[in-house]
Structures are given as structure tokens and as C-alpha cells.
T-cell receptor
């Protein structure tokens, strides 16, 4: 079955420390991969996306993600976290065979401590 | 360019009532998709409209319906509300050229529906 897994429900990180959020997917077709962020009470903001080409993708707010086909992963990273990065992060997958409908992981909540 | 807008932002209804939510896509975007977000089920796809036609549908009962107008604005309707319909309803728009780049979805702030 097609699925998107975010293994970490909640991560706490100190301000200034690095952050890595994991995302694994299970799809037969070539996936298109996205990371969205949601602040409390808000909608989803697109951080970055991967379609093809360079497997290291740069996004907004200093985030980057790396696509690893062999591991079926698309992990999100940020070298130095700011307090404003506290939010919920969602990994999403779309495929051409599924008409580009987004399938989301369960999300990872990031808490930033001073 | 203005983003996706949704109205109203908050709604309180009682069981058995019906509700209509509205979504205005980014200018030039022709596709509108709707998602339901709940703590228990996460983000689930409801349906997608393109050129006033429903193009995709998720696994929701017939109480959930939608439509799209010629200006690409979309509404979704939930009839005979149940307590479990309490959720954040998110709308997303895309160019919908049916290629990965043109199908990137941009989300609105959502409508928080509470059913009492």
C-alpha cells in the first residue's frame, strides 16, 4: 500500500541547534515530494519540493531536504533552528498515476527551547 | 499576488445542520482541492475541482459535496453535520496543468468548523 511515514511525532531542539526531520515513503511510481509547515491555527506553507534532478533541494527559511531513492527517504534539515521554527511539519507525496493528489504523513511537531 | 483565501475562518454549528465553506484560489489557478484535518485522522483529501468539474474524490460520505464556479472559486458543503465533522478544512489551489510543477498546491489558512 502507498504510504508516507514520519517516524517522529515530536522533536524538541535547542535554539541554534541543527534539526533533521525524517520522511519515508512507499510508492511504486516515481514520487514528487514536498515538505509543508503549519504554525498553530494556520494553513500549510510550502517549504520545498522535489521533482527531479539534483537530490539536494533548497527551500525557504533556510531549510533543505535530500532525496535518497535507495532509502525511499526525503529528510528535511536545518543547520541552525530559530524559535520561530516551532511548528508542525508535514511530508507529502504526489504521483502522476494518482493525479497528483497529495498524501500526507502524520506530521512532526517541533518544539524549540531557549 | 494574493494567496488562497478561505471564508469564514471559524464556524460553530450544531448536529444536523448544514454548512458551506468558501475558497478563492490564487489568481490564474484553475484547480481547487479540499482537505480535512483532524487530530485523529490527520490530513485527508476530500475532492478536487477543475474547470467546474469534480476531477478527483477522496473517501468521504456523500454528505460532503462541492462545486466550482467559472471564476475558479469553490465551495464545499457538508449536510447533516455530525460531531466527527469538527475539523480544520483546508483549501489548496494549483495551476493544474497536470505536470508536477504546475500541480504544486498552495494552501489557504483554513476554516475551523466546530460541531456541537
Amino acid at each position: 500500500a502507498q504510504s508516507v511515514t514520519q517516524p517522529d511525532i515530536h522533536i524538541t531542539v535547542s535554539e541554534g541547534a541543527s534539526l533533521e526531520l525524517r520522511c519515508n515513503y512507499s510508492y511504486g511510481a516515481t514520487p514528487y515530494l514536498f515538505w509543508y509547515v503549519q504554525s498553530p491555527g494556520q494553513g500549510l506553507q510550502l517549504l520545498l519540493k522535489y521533482f527531479s534532478g539534483d537530490t539536494l533541494v533548497q527551500g525557504i527559511k533556510g531549510f533543505e531536504a535530500e532525496f535518497k531513492r535507495s532509502q525511499s527517504s526525503f529528510n528535511l534539515r536545518k543547520p541552525s533552528v530559530h524559535w520561530s521554527d516551532a511548528a508542525e511539519y508535514f511530508c507529502a507525496v504526489a504521483t502522476r498515476s494518482n493525479d497528483y493528489k497529495l498524501s500526507f504523513g502524520a506530521g512532526t511537531t517541533v518544539t524549540v527551547r531557549a | 499576488k494574493a494567496g488562497v483565501t478561505q471564508t469564514p475562518r471559524y464556524l460553530i454549528k450544531t448536529r444536523g445542520q448544514q454548512v458551506t465553506l468558501s475558497c478563492s484560489p490564487i489568481s490564474g489557478h484553475r484547480s481547487v482541492s479540499w482537505y480535512q484535518q483532524t487530530p485523529g485522522q490527520g490530513l485527508q483529501f476530500l475532492f478536487e475541482y477543475f474547470s467546474e468539474t469534480q476531477r478527483n474524490k477522496g473517501n468521504f460520505p456523500g454528505r460532503f459535496s462541492g462545486r466550482q464556479f467559472s471564476n475558479s472559486r469553490s465551495e464545499m458543503n457538508v449536510s447533516t453535520l455530525e460531531l466527527g465533522d469538527s475539523a480544520l478544512y483546508l483549501c489548496a489551489s494549483s495551476l493544474a496543468g497536470r505536470g508536477a510543477r504546475t500541480d504544486t498546491q498552495y494552501f489557504g489558512p483554513g476554516t475551523r468548523l466546530t460541531v456541537l
